[in-house]
């Protein structure tokens, strides 16, 4: 008789601290998705770490928060990591030190856009989340793949998501939506953020092009990774020399108990 093996692991880092209950909205971006039964999804939020996305100073951050919740996921017996923002804050110093395999839902959207279509527009709820897709498109050399970044200008809630705010949010995405397909050119459509998961089947309903949730797309290809036996280049993301783990997890014991004043 065969030894069943036991389920693969995959640790999706939350990129805000927050309670068990808004933490619970993230783990819906797992309704509906198909897996066997051999892999299993476990949420983390971040210890410390910025109020929100809005500035060069929240990224920096972001990077270091991510970058603490997930660097010793090898050694707790992960198989592989999902970060659960756009920004993919984290994912280049994570592969610097774990050998399992790591991914962003940002660059990969895009990415996996122009397999669906020659050009994409992204759905976001702010304009000052701009910067977080220019800096994935400076990188990708993709700025000319990008039709548009539609904003509608709602204040985002990284903690209770669209919840509540269905009836005002969903037909302002609609909107623009339609915008960036009727006069911006875009073939698909991105959502901009994780926390904008729960208006993705709503939207997809109602537009006439692929629509990309990031969240979802991150957990298929981490399934995908494993399944192939796939992981990032030790040649582009090369292991430090003197990694400063320890250093990095006094730093957030101090910021855990930090109090604004």
Avoid at 37 to 56: K, Q, T, W
């Amino acid at each position: 008789m065969a030894e069943l093996k036991p389920p693969r692991r995959v640790l999706v880092i939350v990129p805000f601290a927050m309670t068990a209950e808004n933490l619970a909205l993230r783990e819906g971006q797992l309704a509906g998705l198909q897996f066997g039964p051999d892999i299993r999804f476990e949420y983390r939020a971040v210890r410390a770490g910025p109020a929100n996305y809005a500035s060069h100073h929240d990224f920096a951050l972001a990077d270091v928060a991510n970058f603490e919740a997930g660097c010793r996921a090898q050694a707790e017996g992960f198989d592989a990591v999902c970060i659960d923002t756009m920004s993919d804050s984290g994912v280049a110093a994570l592969r610097s030190v774990l050998s399992i395999p790591v991914f962003g839902p940002g660059k990969a959207s895009m990415l996996t856009a122009l397999m669906l279509g020659d050009r994409f527009s992204i759905l976001t709820m702010a304009s000052r989340w701009k910067p977080l897709y220019k800096k994935a498109l400076d990188e990708l050399g993709l700025h000319h793949k990008c039709a548009s970044v539609r904003a509608i200008e709602v204040p985002p809630d990284n903690q209770a998501l669209l919840s509540g705010k269905e009836d005002d949010v969903f037909p302002l995405l609609e909107a623009a939506g339609r915008k960036a397909i009727e006069e911006d050119g875009a073939e698909v459509l991105i959502l901009g953020s994780t926390t904008m998961h729960q208006s993705h089947a709503w939207l997809q309903e109602r537009l006439p092009v692929p629509i990309i949730n990031p969240g979802p797309l991150s957990y298929k290809l981490a399934e995908t990774a494993l399944a192939l036996g796939l992981k990032h280049s030790r040649v582009g993301y090369p292991a430090p020399m003197h990694p400063r783990l320890g250093m990095l997890q006094a730093m957030f014991d101090a910021a855990s108990t930090h109090k604004e004043t």
